[in-house]
Structure formats: structure tokens, C-alpha cells
């Protein structure tokens, strides 16, 4: 970008101003209006697009979209809106202030405006939708490109508040957006406040009139707050005179693509003077695909640097070796893939909220992310591009300017691509001056089709020596090294890759209608118990669950799987088919029970006596079903072999995403102090269900959400029996060790709102059941280990055991060294990696280097479903399953193909 830009009216533009071809052809013009911001042609240029409600285009030079500029340029404009925006609320009603972004463009700027306000939470609109998860609101954009929102929060209460609502878009030339989206928030969630935010308010007097009408008659305040006001004049007949343009100069540069890009007989496409190589072929076929559609060519064939049919993807003609701003002599180096080390649990960006304590944790990583990105570029360049995807703005901001802070570079630039069309022009007074086009890499709901990358190629000589392609995982895909990454390499000295894992809410499919809560003791249903529900002595554990063995639920494992990776389903909406175990297996089962009976016992006495000293002299244990009811069963049986106790216990359901049956909470409020519930489970993994537990409690007053656990791999919890990842047998099999139990349900169309979640009583498989006999075996050795946990507890009780979560560090770097980018399919510990050769299709098995016959199973299994075992150095746990990270119908090994089972 050329010329300064300047904070007050009055200072002339040094530059020519890059509206001055459109305002000169088509005599648009900007009219500036009241205030003392920055002139509006400091902030816009304009440009053209193929678009039948509006040809013009107003092109931000501060947002970083369209028009490559300074990263702090582009943070400082949205954060000192933002800053306007908590002065005018004050500092009491701002701490109640929600931030509502607009996709794709507004996506970086209202996250810029969420964090100048300061604790408000952020979520921007999408076009990427997510199957299952509902939309908590939805509007039309009328004259966007692609012009449907959806509103995909994962806290469904997000926009449920009465506070202050913030809406933020980069420009208003109708304010009908902003009406559309008010309206439809406004009938589901009334508020007294709304506050506007834009760069610039462009609307007409008449439209002004109009939002202020629109909230007299909603009965609401609205403000609005912009850097710049004005209008824009539009002569009459503009918008066909700008299509016949628009026309005229694609016709051009159609038949410059088509002179400039022969067919080879292979069938690729290559551009005139470009080297030979996939890269340039690539270039050149989607130059020659968008030709007859795309924005292309300046007013005369381009000279210099850029070739035929310039703002194409055309390459540059080869700079001297140290020359600024193109490729190298010798051709664009390979595509370089930097791992960023992305903090573990931060959404990627808005499309699902981020809150203040996501944006600490990011801001304490960028830092580290930086230094990573400065090794990547190797020695200092002099310009380097950080290049995010559509809506995928503000982390490739926060990165770029992280970059640009840390003197990596003489010249940082931070922009975006796009799905927007525009027309191209090589020419000063024009604000597009080049474009790239390539195809989408994103699976994207609407089909496929083009992308754009503006500003991006160069134009005399002012070209970047690195561009950063800043990606979610979502788009790491083939057609992303085929389509942008090809495209971006003939025009600059190196590509990095960047890839940030894309975060999707485990919600996945519409929320439950919240159920009414009843008052104290007054019952909601009395607990299920044996022998009538569960094998289990009917004074073991009270199942505070609804019997649905009369329903079909079981699915294939295959069809699960699929159904779950592409969203349409969860994994609770419906069963696995039991696993019958083999003969052979089940000897392995009751060998590894044999062997490892006596350290279980001695795991139930230490957990159990540290509950009894540390939370409660008469608890109620409460444990998550059914893989932690085993260690339920076990614990109450300590207690009163140990202590004459009769411990209340039951089963209550706890679905990831979904949290825990809140109607099972209120039948325990009704009737024990919620105090005394201790939650138990049978190991941790990489503490989802911990965290599950403590966000899904936060409603309920009284109960403690620190759960207790018989193994604590992955340091989650303060409360354990052991830190090590041993077999627990009862892992090795389903319900015949669970009482015969299934695991739990929460469908809508069968758990109502009043209803506690459901489960299956698989009688059937009575002959099999071992459920008995497994806790039977362990409560056995009680009394020779008493003596070893006595000693145990008491140095636990003067120990720091405050977790440290390295468990879920290291599922964080297995997803990113194993190319998965999504830690739900990683499934650490020896429990979780059984569970996944039983119930998913795995795609292989990590393994402790030198771990021994507690993985025997493990090894079992895998030979069964031909998956493959690596051994390992340095896991914290003794093995971790993978999930296929893109499973397709009968893709159980590594390679994704099926594979035959033994």
C-alpha cells in the first residue's frame, strides 16, 4: 500500500488514491461525512465485481482482507473501536457485553473489537456450516456474494444473556445486515442495548432513518460507533454500466489466459514463461479455469514483472539472487511446514465463541509461535506476507503481528483470502491490483469453487520473499498444495504452511430442551437396581438411568464411525454392537485380571481412604457410567469391609458435549447434601469428562465437580489410587464387566426433558457375564494390601497433587506429529486404547517402547483388526489408540484402506 495513512482530516494523500480508475470511468465518488476520523479515501479504495445487486466494491486498506498491510495497522483499528465501545458503555455494563462478528470479512475485525472491550466473549457468524450443531440464529446478507450467517455457538447460552450486544462488520452501506441480524436475535433473546461497530458507516440518510425506526419500534437503544462516516454517490445507470466493465475486461483477459496458457498434450495448462513443475501447472490451469468468469486483466496488457494477463496467476519474471519482493533465481523454493505449537483447547477462531481466558492463553503463546514461524522463514527476509483463509482471520493476525513485533522481518504484511470475486486492474488508482485463483481446499457445504487471493502476486517489483499460508485443519487438504499453495509459489522466495487444528464443538446434534427444575425433594423417578436392571446386587449401585432394552440401537462399528467423523450423528445417539470376546481373549482377560487383581485392590483402598479423609466421612459416591461403576462397587466395598460403612452408590450418565443428566443431579439434590456426592470414574485419559464435569456442574450449587479416579495417567485429577497407566481388566471387556449394562443414550426422540438419559440391559448375555466375579476377585485381596495403602494415603495426604495435565500435552503433539489435527481421536491410556480397538475403527496403536504383558490384549486386538502396533519413546502413558483420522466405510488400517480381519 502506498502513502501514509493518516488519523485526522486535512492531510493530503502522497499516493495516488486507489479509487481514482473506478471514480474516473464510472463517476463513483465518496462523500465524507461529520467527525474528525481519518478521511474516508485514507480508509477505502474501490474496485469492481461480478455481483448483480451492486457492482462497486468499497476495499479496506486497514482491515487486512483485500489489501495486504502492517498487522498493528490492522489490530490497532479494531481494538481502539473497541476501546470507543467499552467508554460508552461503561465499565459495569461492558463485563456484560457479548461481541458478535460478521463472516467472512468482519471475522479478525469484531475479535480486534472483543479484545479493546476487554472481558467480553466473541463469536462471528459462518458460512461453514457444522453438521448437527444447531444454529442458535441465522440472517441474510442481501448484498454479499454468498449471503446466508449461520450462528453456531457452542455455549447455547452465549446470546441468551440481557447484556449489551455488539455487532461488528467493516463497513454499512444499507444497515440491512445489521437489521436482519438484530430481528432475529431480538425474537428468540429480547435485550435493552445493541451497539454497532464498523470502520466506516457509508448509509444514506434514508437508511440511517430507518435503523433508528427500526429501534424505536423494538423498544431498544441502538449506538453505533465507526472510524469514518460519509456516503457513497452512485450516477445513475452505475451498476450496469460497472457490469459492462466487469465484462469487458474478463473477455480480455480470457483471451489473454487462453494465448498465454497452451495446452499441453497431457492435458495441463502451463503460463507463458513459467518453469516447469506441478507448481506452475497448476497456476496456469486455474488461470485458465477462472478465465471466463474471474476477474483478470489492467486496461492494457501488464508490463514489467507481471505477464499476460496480469493479476492472473501468472509468474513473476525471475528477480536476482537477493533481489527483493519474487521468487528466486533458481525457482521458489519447496513448501516449508511449520508446527506452531497451538495451545492445547483454543478454538481456532469465533465460528464457535472465544473467551477472555482463551485469548490469554493465546496471547501467552504467541510469542513461542512467533519464534517458530522466524525459524521457518530462515534467514531474515526483507517482506513476508502472513496469508489466513477466509474466515479464518484474527489468528493469522495475532501471529502476523507477533511477527512483525519480533523484528523477524524488515516488512510484515498480514491479509486474507477470499470468496469473493472482484475484477483485477493493474493500475495505481485501482485497489485490486493483482489477483490468484484456485479452488477450494475446505470441503465447503455450498460445493466447490473458486477462491481469490488479492494483492498477493507483484506489481513493479513490490513482490513478498515469503508467504505464510496460515490454514485450520480443516482445509489441510490435497487440493490446498494443488490449488493456493501452487498458486502462491511462482510469486515469492518460499512458502511456509501453517496449519492451526480447526476446533468443532462435540454438540453434535440439536440441544435439548433445558428440563424444569423441580423442587427439593420431590422425586423425579426412584434408581434402577438389580437383579431386575444390572447384575449387580441391587444394594452395589442404584442406576440413575431409564431402561431402554426393548429399542434397537446398535449400529456397526463402520457406520458408526462414519457417521460420527462427518457429523451427522454422536457418538451417544446410538450403541456399538457388543464385542463377544474370543476364547482366547478371555483367558487373556482373566490372566491379566490374576495378575494385576492385588494392585487394583490396593488403587480401591488408597482412592477410597483419601475420599474418607479428605472430602467426606459419609459420602455418596456417584459414579459416570458405566466405566467408572466397576471402581463404584469396588469403593463401597472398601469402605465397609474396612470401616463397617454402607455407602449410598449410584450410576449417572455423562456424555461428552453434552454434560451430565442434570435430572440425575436433582434426584441427588433431593435426596443426600449435594456435599457429600463424591464423582467417580475409572481412569483419565486426556481429562475431557473432568472438564465436562466441572463446566456442567457450574449451574449446580452444592456439588464439588472434582472428580476421583482409580487411575490418573494423565494428571487431571488431585484424587486418585495410582498415577501410573495399568490395565484395568474391566477395560478389557464391555457390559459382561459393567453389570451387563450398555453404555448411555441421549437421543431427544427417546430421553425427554423430565427423563434421566437412557441405557440397555443386555439379559442375553447373562451366560457370559463376569461383572461379579471381576469385583468378587479384586475385593479379595482387601486385606493384604491394607497395611501398603495405609502407608500410601498418608503420604499422599502431605504430597502436592496438583495436576499437571501432561497427559493432554502429549495428546496435543501426537495429533500434530501424526497429521490427525483433532484430539478427539486420540485416545491415550491403555483403557482408552482398548475402548477404541473394541468400539471405533482404530487406525494404529502407539506403544511405551519395552511396556509388557499389560498390553497384551492390546496386541490381541490389533492382530484381530489388522491394526498396526508402533513402539514409542517417551509417552507418559503405556499406549494410545488412534482414531482414523478420515475414515471412510471399512478403513481400519494404516493406510485407510479395509483390511481383512483375522
Known amino acids: 500500500m502506498s502513502g501514509p495513512l493518516t488519523a485526522k482530516k486535512g492531510k493530503k494523500i502522497e499516493a495516488v488514491w486507489s479509487g481514482t480508475w473506478v471514480a474516473d470511468r464510472l463517476g463513483v465518488s465518496l462523500q465524507e461525512g461529520a467527525g474528525d476520523g481519518p478521511r474516508l479515501d485514507e480508509l477505502l479504495g474501490l474496485a469492481l465485481r461480478r455481483n448483480p445487486k451492486r457492482a462497486h466494491l468499497l476495499v479496506s486498506r486497514v482491515l487486512g482482507k483485500h489489501v495486504p498491510q502492517s498487522p498493528a495497522a490492522v489490530y490497532a483499528a479494531g481494538y481502539g473501536l473497541g476501546e470507543r465501545v467499552r467508554e460508552l458503555l461503561g465499565e459495569e455494563e461492558a463485563a456484560t457485553a457479548v461481541v458478535l462478528g460478521y463472516a467472512e470479512t468482519a471475522t479478525g475485525l469484531g475479535h480486534c473489537v472483543a479484545d479493546g472491550l476487554g472481558a467480553a466473549p466473541y463469536l462471528h457468524s459462518t458460512r461453514r456450516s457444522v ?111 460497472g457490469q459492462a466493465l466487469v465484462e469487458q475486461y474478463e473477455a480480455e483477459a480470457a483471451a489473454m489466459a487462453a494465448a498465454a496458457s497452451p495446452v499441453s498434450p497431457a492435458g495441463a495448462s502451463s503460463a507463458a514463461g513459467s518453469p516447469a513443475g506441478p507448481a506452475a501447472a497448476a497456476a496456469a490451469a486455474a488461470a485458465a479455469s477462472a478465465a471466463g468468469h474471474a476477474a483478470a486483466a489492467g486496461s492494457e496488457p501488464a508490463t514489467g514483472e507481471s505477464q499476460p494477463g496480469g493479476g492472473q496467476n501468472q509468474p513473476l519474471r525471475r528477480l536476482s539472487s537477493g533481489g527483493r519482493g519474487g521468487a528466486p533465481a533458481d525457482g521458489p523454493h519447496p513448501i516449508t511446514h511449520v508446527e506452531l505449537g497451538w495451545p492445547a483447547g483454543i478454538p481456532d477462531g469465533g465460528r464457535h465463541g472465544f473467551t477472555p481466558a482463551h485469548r490469554a492463553a493465546l496471547d501467552a503463546a504467541l510469542p513461542a509461535m512467533a519464534d517458530r514461524l522466524t525459524a521457518a522463514l530462515g534467514a531474515a527476509p526483507a517482506r513476508v506476507l502472513v496469508l489466513g483463509n477466509e474466515e479464518l482471520m484474527y489468528a493469522p493476525l495475532r501471529l502476523a503481528q507477533a511477527l512483525e513485533a519480533s523484528g523477524a522481518a524488515a516488512e510484515v504484511r498480514f491479509s486474507t483470502t477470499t470468496r469473493s470475486p472482484v475484477l483485477a486492474v493493474d493500475d495505481p488508482g485501482y485497489a485490486i491490483r493483482t489477483r490468484l485463483v484456485f479452488p477450494a481446499h475446505d470441503d465447503p457445504a455450498d460445493g466447490p469453487g473458486d477462491r481469490y487471493a488479492y494483492n498477493v502476486a507483484s506489481t513493479a517489483g513490490a513482490g513478498f520473499d515469503a508467504v505464510v499460508a496460515v490454514v485450520d485443519s480443516a482445509g489441510d487438504t490435497p487440493e490446498l498444495r494443488t490449488g493456493l499453495l501452487a498458486a502462491l509459489a511462482p510469486h515469492t522466495g518460499r512458502v511456509v504452511l501453517a496449519v492451526i487444528p480447526s476446533y468443532v464443538p462435540d454438540r453434535q446434534e440439536p440441544i435439548m430442551t433445558e428440563p424444569p427444575r423441580e423442587p427439593l425433594g420431590e422425586p423425579l423417578g426412584e434408581p434402577l437396581r438389580g437383579p431386575a436392571f444390572s447384575s449387580y446386587a441391587a444394594e452395589d449401585v442404584g442406576w440413575l438411568l431409564q431402561d431402554l432394552s426393548d429399542v434397537e440401537l446398535e449400529a456397526p462399528t463402520e457406520e458408526r464411525e462414519e457417521a460420527i467423523q462427518a457429523g451427522g450423528a454422536h457418538y451417544a445417539e446410538s450403541l456399538p454392537v457388543e464385542f463377544q470376546p474370543s476364547p482366547e481373549y478371555q483367558q487373556l482377560y482373566q490372566s491379566a485380571l490374576t495378575a494385576s487383581a492385588a494392585r487394583m485392590a490396593r488403587a480401591v483402598g488408597t482412592v477410597t481412604e483419601t475420599v474418607l479423609a479428605e472430602r467426606s466421612p459419609s459420602p455418596v459416591l456417584v459414579s459416570l457410567a458405566r466405566a467408572g461403576t466397576p471402581v463404584g462397587v469396588l469403593m463401597r466395598r472398601w469402605a465397609q469391609a474396612r470401616h463397617g460403612l454402607d455407602l449410598p452408590h449410584y450410576a449417572a450418565s455423562i456424555v461428552r458435549g453434552r454434560g451430565i443428566d442434570a435430572n440425575a443431579l ?142 493432554w500435552r ?29 468400539r471405533r475403527v482404530p487406525w494404529k496403536i502407539l506403544a511405551q517402547r519395552g511396556a509388557g504383558a499389560d498390553l497384551d490384549h492390546v496386541r490381541l486386538l490389533a492382530e484381530q483388526r489388522g491394526v498396526p502396533v508402533e513402539e514409542v519413546d517417551g509417552l507418559p502413558y503405556s499406549c494410545v489408540g488412534l482414531i482414523h483420522p478420515r475414515f471412510t466405510r471399512g478403513a481400519t488400517g494404516a493406510d485407510g484402506k479395509a483390511v481383512a480381519t483375522k
Open 131 to 241: 453438521p448437527g450443531v444447531e444454529a442458535a440464529g441465522g440472517f441474510e446478507e442481501a448484498h454479499s456474494h454468498a449471503t446466508s450467517h449461520l450462528l453456531l455457538p457452542e455455549d447455547p447460552k452465549l446470546l441468551a444473556g440481557s447484556g449489551p450486544l455488539v455487532l461488528v462488520d467493516d463497513e454499512f452501506s444499507t444497515g440491512n445486515t445489521v437489521l436482519n441480524t438484530i430481528a432475529d436475535l431480538h425474537a428468540r433473546h429480547p435485550r435493552a442495548h445493541y451497539v454497532v461497530v464498523a470502520l466506516v458507516d457509508m448509509r444514506s440518510p434514508a437508511d440511517r432513518a430507518r435503523l433508528t425506526d427500526f429501534a424505536a419500534e423494538l423498544g431498544a437503544r441502538v449506538d453505533l460507533i465507526a472510524l469514518a462516516s460519509g456516503t457513497v454517490s452512485l450516477p445513475e445507470g452505475v451498476l450496469e454500466k
Open 810 to 838: 502429549a495428546v496435543e503433539r501426537i495429533s500434530e506429529e501424526y497429521g490427525i489435527h483433532d484430539v478427539n481421536l486420540v485416545k491415550p491410556g491403555v483403557g482408552e486404547t482398548t475402548r477404541v480397538l473394541l
Open 666 to 807: 436433582r434426584w441427588l439434590a433431593a435426596h443426600h447434601d449435594p456435599a457429600d456426592v463424591v464423582f467417580v470414574d475409572g481412569w483419565t485419559g486426556k481429562g475431557a469428562i473432568t472438564r465436562e464435569l466441572r463446566e456442567a456442574l457450574g449451574e449446580f450449587e452444592g456439588f464439588n465437580p472434582e472428580i476421583v479416579v482409580l487411575a490418573d495417567p494423565g494428571s487431571c485429577v488431585e484424587t486418585y489410587g495410582t498415577r501410573e497407566d495399568f490395565l484395568i481388566p474391566s477395560a478389557c471387556l464391555n457390559s459382561t464387566v459393567s453389570g451387563l449394562v450398555s453404555r448411555t443414550v441421549l437421543r431427544s426422540d427417546l430421553v425427554g426433558p423430565a427423563d434421566f438419559h437412557g441405557a440397555k440391559f443386555y439379559r442375553e448375555l447373562a451366560g457370559a457375564d463376569v461383572s461379579v466375579a471381576f469385583v468378587d476377585t479384586v475385593s479379595a485381596h482387601f486385606e493384604e494390601v491394607a497395611e501398603a495403602v495405609d502407608a500410601e494415603v498418608k503420604e499422599l495426604l502431605a504430597a502436592d497433587r496438583t495436576p499437571t495435565w501432561v497427559g
